[in-house]
């Protein structure tokens, strides 16, 4: 494969005179490479692929070459506001080119940007302004929330608004027309800091010193990316850690289309999107695999999925049972992964290694050191379960932004927890039996309540669960199982009690739900987790005593 040089990047640069990209190939590699030590690399893929298509939006298609200019001009509006390296941008957009064009101008002008979610109340997105020490905002001002917000964040020295115009805000089109769009000639790896959505108190950033450049991921990685041909799906917000990394940050590295979905889950659109961008990699939360298999059969056959070959998941406990469902219809092209924020070497698990490790996250990691401890800190077992602790990286260690108790806290040493309980099997696999504060304690024994969801959502009329521990005058807490029906089945006490009964045999008898109530839906944040303290705060009201 060759390549030729024709000058500016924006302009044309180095134009690939093949059909077909080597990725082994030292002449595309190496600058490609290089290009991402700086946080310029849409500018190298501004020259390979030009006027190709970056991203799929519901606006329209958008080029590589429009994607990087716009960077370009956004990185020198925001230094002629006045930032510096090291200072914060506020992101508050939904999956469309905007949000790219931002992350990618903050990624070379060495800024920290910060994506806020925009299903916050007015009082959280005004929080996590003021927190993050945001200079500027990018937003799109149809929400009545950011408009609102952005009055108690007196620190912004400037106010995008993407989408049209708003009070008090510059219009985003308008800013960067007749700005410079040539390539930074002194970029500036930038980095970001995503906040925790937490289970009490307010969130927290997750703050490192130093951006990371993202490496594509060709041949012998996990996804194994052609940028010839592949593309990417992103099903959810883009602002939540997993979507930001696997179907924006990586692909953007590797060189992949981004087809971005629609605010609201929607499966038939999903379907179609697979079928008619030959969508090739997704990453997926696991009530999005649910409602994929949930799909009537004629509406499956209507649509063409065989152009899947690599589906990520995480963020939320997977059921064994919606996974084996999953490498049934599409094959085994599902990897498990299980990380945090705030680092550690992570899991990973293909299929083939998961049909014979049903319910593992993957083998423990020899890049960095993962310990189970107890409370007091010692290590135990193999097959006994305790809090999960990941050894800290060295030369760019996490803590959480202006809250030194709260980092202390998370840390023993050299290691941290993200408060996840879990275990090691004999040959070393990890698996995941709830977090430090979803333990129920029954009568002073500790119940993990993915354990007990896992095997009630394998009863043919449940649709989603959600096991928490309510209040028992004698032992403390007792096992309720808050259970969201599949369309068809009505609620009753005899199905209550048909369930309890199927899930008797597969559970010791202290882990069998001792009640069971049904909902429309259950409250999950945007990433797809359950909320599964939102679920058993009403059981609590009112009491002294919060176990």
């Known amino acids: 494969m060759t390549y030729r040089s024709t000058g500016n990047t924006a302009r044309g640069g180095w134009e690939n005179r093949m059909d077909r990209i080597?990725?082994?190939?030292?002449?595309?590699?190496?600058?490609?490479?290089?290009?991402?030590?700086?946080?310029?690399?849409?500018?190298?893929?501004?020259?390979?692929?030009?006027?190709?298509?970056?991203?799929?939006?519901?606006?329209?298609?958008?080029?590589?070459?429009?994607?990087n200019a716009n960077a370009n001009r956004l990185a020198r509006v925001l230094r002629g506001a006045g930032l510096k390296p090291g200072d914060a941008v506020a992101l508050f957009c939904t999956?469309?080119?905007?949000?790219?064009?931002?992350?990618?101008?903050?990624?070379?002008?060495?800024?920290?940007?910060?994506?806020?979610n925009w299903?916050?109340?007015?009082?959280?997105?005004?929080?996590?302004?003021?927190?993050?020490?945001?200079?500027?905002?990018?937003?799109?001002?149809?929400?009545?929330?950011?408009?609102?917000?952005?009055r108690s964040a007196p620190g912004l020295a400037l106010h995008l608004s993407v989408g049209g115009l708003a009070d008090g805000f510059e219009d985003f089109e308008s800013a960067l027309e007749g700005v410079d769009d040539r390539d930074l000639p002194d970029p500036v790896m930038g980095s970001q800091?995503?906040?925790?959505?937490?289970?009490?108190?307010?969130?927290?950033?997750?703050?490192?010193p130093h951006g990371v450049a993202t490496p594509p991921q060709y041949a012998g990685s996990n996804a194994q990316y052609d940028p010839s041909t592949d593309v990417q799906m992103c099903a959810g917000p883009g602002y939540h850690a997993a979507p930001l990394a696997f179907d924006i940050a990586i692909p953007q590295a590797s060189g992949v289309p981004i087809a971005f979905m629609g605010e609201r889950w929607d499966t038939e659109e999903v379907f179609r999107t697979i079928q008619n961008r030959r969508v090739t990699h997704a990453h997926l939360v696991p009530i999005m695999m649910q409602r994929?298999?949930?799909?009537?059969?004629?509406?499956?056959?209507?649509?063409?999925?065989?152009?899947?070959?690599?589906?990520?998941?995480?963020?939320?406990?997977?059921?064994?049972?919606?996974?084996?469902?999953?490498?049934?219809?599409?094959?085994?092209?599902?990897?498990?992964y299980y990380a945090g924020s705030e680092g550690g070497a992570g899991f990973g698990i293909r299929s083939d290694e998961w049909l014979k490790k049903p319910g593992s996250?993957?083998?423990?990691?020899?890049?960095?050191?993962?310990?189970?401890?107890?409370?007091e800190g010692n290590e135990l077992?193999?097959?006994?379960?305790?809090?999960?602790?990941?050894?800290?990286?060295?030369?760019?260690?996490?803590?959480?932004?202006?809250?030194?108790?709260?980092?202390?806290?998370?840390?023993?040493?050299?290691?941290?927890?993200?408060?996840?309980?879990?275990y090691f099997d004999e040959d070393d696999y990890l698996f995941l039996?709830?977090?430090?504060?979803?333990?129920?304690?029954?009568?002073?024994?500790?119940?993990?309540?993915?354990?007990?969801?896992?095997?009630?959502?394998?009863?043919?009329?449940?649709?989603?669960?959600?096991?928490?521990?309510?209040?028992?005058?004698?032992?403390?807490?007792?096992v309720k199982s808050v259970i969201m029906l599949k369309a068809g089945w009505k609620p009753s006490d005899e199905l209550k009690k048909e369930i309890i009964d199927f899930v008797r045999p597969r559970l010791a008898g202290f882990k069998v739900p001792r009640s069971i109530d049904f909902v429309a839906e259950l409250p999950r944040s945007a990433a797809g987790k359950i909320k599964r303290g939102e679920v058993r705060k009403p059981f609590w009201e009112g009491r002294k005593v919060q176990i």
Not at 43 to 67: L, P
Not at 131 to 145: G, H, N, P
């Open 433 to 478: 039996t709830g977090r430090s504060a979803e333990i129920i304690i029954s009568g002073g024994v500790n119940i993990y309540p993915q354990e007990v969801d896992n095997e009630i959502i394998k009863h043919p009329s449940v649709e989603d669960v959600c096991t928490i521990g309510v209040p028992n005058r004698e032992w403390g807490e007792e």
């Open 95 to 116: 999956n469309r080119a905007e949000f790219v064009e931002t992350i990618n101008a903050t990624r070379r002008s060495g800024l920290r940007v910060t994506p806020v």
């Open 193 to 208: 800091m995503l906040y925790t959505s937490g289970t009490t108190g307010r969130p927290k950033g997750v703050h490192r």
């Open 292 to 336: 994929m298999l949930a799909a009537p059969d004629e509406l499956k056959k209507k649509y063409d999925l065989s152009s899947l070959k690599f589906l990520v998941h995480g963020a939320a406990p997977c059921p064994p049972e919606v996974k084996h469902a999953m490498i049934e219809w599409l094959g085994p092209i599902l990897y498990e």
């Open 22 to 67: 080597d990725t082994a190939d030292p002449k595309f590699l190496e600058p490609l490479l290089a290009y991402a030590q700086t946080g310029m690399g849409g500018a190298f893929w501004a020259q390979v692929k030009g006027n190709k298509t970056a991203v799929f939006d519901r606006f329209g298609e958008h080029s590589y070459r429009k994607i």
């Open 361 to 375: 996250v993957g083998k423990r990691p020899t890049l960095l050191r993962v310990k189970i401890m107890d409370d």
């Open 381 to 422: 077992p193999n097959g006994q379960a305790g809090l999960i602790y990941h050894e800290a990286q060295k030369l760019n260690p996490f803590s959480y932004y202006k809250d030194d108790k709260k980092t202390a806290g998370a840390h023993r040493g050299e290691f941290f927890t993200l408060g996840d309980i879990g």
């Open 119 to 150: 299903h916050l109340a007015t009082d959280e997105i005004a929080y996590i302004l003021n927190d993050c020490e945001a200079k500027a905002l990018v937003a799109e001002t149809r929400f009545d929330t950011i408009r609102e917000a952005v």
